[in-house]
């Protein structure tokens, strides 16, 4: 596929001349974006990175697809059910686009960096104007320029691993929470798993970067602010050492990071956690099978017995310590009998919460060839067993905050009633209790009286 080097293709490009040609495309009226990121957190910050590089060029946001002249989906390759809905939503903007011709359809992220979704949508989706993968958001202008100056597609999916970009800022939809991304990447080619392929090889931002941008953030009022990777624990410079240099920062906020690969995660990490004031005591290690042989066939690199001592440790020190933990039901090959065996497991680590998935098949990974004779509807069954039995070791397991007292970080307003707000613990559980909206976005303790299996109930105290 003839794919652009997009980077000064277009010898007129400035921002000056972006700003001139999007004003003579759309008259004197603001142009309008709509802008969704499918699929992780990370992919939330790239975004928000879009956001801001779009902002500045004089468009405004809106929530509709039918009034946009830019419509974006930045998109998630991770399971089959993701790509589905963002070629469910490209349908739909056929009759956008020929009703208004201006108007610029985009397709970036994850999914867009495979070559054959690109393919795919080059030659079945012509509403399409530009797609673009995961290396490119820094070169936006310079395609945006070429598709509304030449009025040609663009697709643009080359895997230049450029240095990071440490000029494109985010601009936060959050003024509460601020996710920071601290590496970008994946190394470990877990076999069932499309991100090494779509995201590249780890790339770490510098220590000093990460501290200079928490600090501006906690300046600027945030009160959570989550540290991002697809394994932090690999973080170049050290992750517990960056922990404890961010705990360091003035200021009435919490820390919490995600995600933890159990075979890179130390006792230094756990008691890192533990004596850092401002880090959550939470860790969300995604366990992904409780079967040593899945373990294996997943290339995980580690065995049940290792990832239960992680927990064993952390709870020898602090019995409540919280873990959640993804899972993966139904990988080929594995047998009912394997599956119990992640059963098993869920209710012995006592997860607070468990993200539970249903093996998806995704090209051009190992897993994709191995032979897998479980029907996904049989699959369901297995993964609507493992929530029913999670349920009911949850609600006792969440009991053991009734009587507490926890500090709660107040969202938004609750679903119990009109009266309600709802926050989160430490443990990123959700509690809600009685109080008043001016508490939005300040820190609470609350008492907590009842556990139920979506969140704990409690009172201000
Ligand atoms: N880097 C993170 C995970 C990112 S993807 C980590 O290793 O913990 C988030 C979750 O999606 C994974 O933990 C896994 O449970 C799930 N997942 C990834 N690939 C999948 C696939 N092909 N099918 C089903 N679930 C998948
Ligand atoms: Fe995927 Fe494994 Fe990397 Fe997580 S660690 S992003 S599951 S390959
Ligand atoms: Fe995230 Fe999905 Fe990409 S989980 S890294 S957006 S494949």
Redesign the pocket.
Known sequence: MGNKTICCINKDFSIDNLKRLILDVYGDNTPLCYLHSFG?QQNATDGEKLKNLISKIGYKFTYSTENASLIILNTCA??EHAEDRVFGNIGRFKRLKEEKPNTIVCICGCMAQQKHIAERIKQNYRQVDLVFGTFAYNQFYEMLYEVLNTKKRIFNISEQESDINENLKQLRDSKIKASVPIMYG?N?F?T????PYVRGRERSRAVEAVFDEVSGLVKDGYKEITLLG??VNSYGYGFPKLLRKLNRIDGDFRIRFM???PKDATHELIDTILECDKVCKHLHL?M?SGCNRILKEMNRNYTVKEYAEIIDYARSKKPNFSFTS???VGFPGETYEEFCETKEAVKRFRFDNI?S??????SG?K?ALMEDNISSKQKGLWLRELLLEHREVNVEWMSRFVGKTLRILVDKEGRTSDEHLQGRSDENIIVEFIGGKELIGSFVNVRINKAMNWALLGEIV
């Open positions: 992780c991770v399971r994946c470990n877990c069932y798993c499309i991100v697809q394994n995600s933890s690969h995604p992904q993804d899972i993966i993200y998935f249903v093996y998806s098949k995704r990974t897993a």
